[in-house]
């Protein structure tokens, strides 16, 4: 449908003279989580740099909410609409957690919508109140992961990207992030969750894509990898 948050149709993407992705497509549903898999190398961070503008890519189709967004700048497309909360959480650590919401605070730029209010991230993740004037670089990891969510929230998204938010994360606090992640999507937020994660993504996911080398490996509802483990183990080797 037009309305459709995401819809990549046929995207290929390249560093360079290297062809990565190969004949993408996927789509995103109003309120919906993608759980976006695959191992290591398979295409998951290029897809994000892709639908944020920082990575070449061609398509036949990518829109948001049914716009174009192919061609336009990272700057544009996180305008439109679009956070990112990405590999390594990237906060900044020698600024307070404080700060580091306050950096990415934006007035909202069009009708309807609008970016989380200081209050809002502190009602959401009650610990970083309790560390406002804390320096972000002395949070823990899990600390960290939930500053990186506060602050791409605090930009007021209607699509949230996250690239591995389980990543070096015990598994009480990946729960954690599960918990966070299903509590936004309830709100309305359209999420595309990056994996490698198998366990998180299937909690968290309603519809799933695994990429492998570059190419879709396999889409459907959530339900059809849960029942799969044979078709999990061959494409994640995990499971
Ligand atoms: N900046 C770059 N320049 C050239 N090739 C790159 C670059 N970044 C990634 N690649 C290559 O693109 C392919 C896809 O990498 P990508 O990082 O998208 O995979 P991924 O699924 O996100 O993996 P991971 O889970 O390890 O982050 C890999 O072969 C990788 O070596």
Redesign the pocket.
């Known amino acids: 449908m037009a309305t459709d948050p995401l819809v990549l149709d046929g995207l290929d993407a390249f560093?360079?003279d290297?062809h990565?992705l190969h004949d993408l497509s996927l789509r995103v549903r109003a309120g919906g989580v993608l759980g976006l898999l695959?191992?290591?190398?398979?295409?998951?961070?290029?897809?994000i740099g892709s639908i944020v503008g920082l990575v070449r890519a061609k398509a036949r189709e990518m829109t948001l909410y049914g716009e174009p967004i192919q061609g336009l700048s990272p700057e544009r497309i996180s305008q439109k609409g679009v956070g990112v909360v990405p590999?390594g959480r990237r906060i900044f650590p020698s600024l307070t957690v404080h700060e580091n919401l306050t950096v990415a605070a934006r007035t909202p730029s069009r009708e309807g919508w609008r970016g989380w209010s200081l209050e809002d991230a502190f009602s959401a993740f009650p610990r970083l109140e309790e560390r406002r004037r804390q320096f972000a670089g002395s949070l823990s990891g899990g600390e960290q992961q939930m500053l990186a969510i506060g602050r791409a929230l605090m930009t007021g998204p209607r699509l949230l990207l996250l690239d591995?938010p389980s990543e070096g994360l015990a598994p009480q606090i990946v729960a954690e992030v599960a918990r966070v992640l299903k509590e936004l999507s309830r709100t309305g937020l359209s999420i595309v969750l990056?994996e490698?994660n198998v366990k998180l993504a299937m909690e968290v996911a309603d519809d799933v894509v695994i990429?492998n080398n570059?190419r879709v490996a396999h889409a459907g509802p959530v339900e059809s990898i849960q029942t799969d483990g044979e078709l999990v183990e061959q494409l994640l080797g995990v499971y």
């Open positions: 560093y360079g290297s990565v695959g191992r290591n190398g398979a295409g998951k961070s290029t897809c590999q591995e990056v490698q990429l570059g």
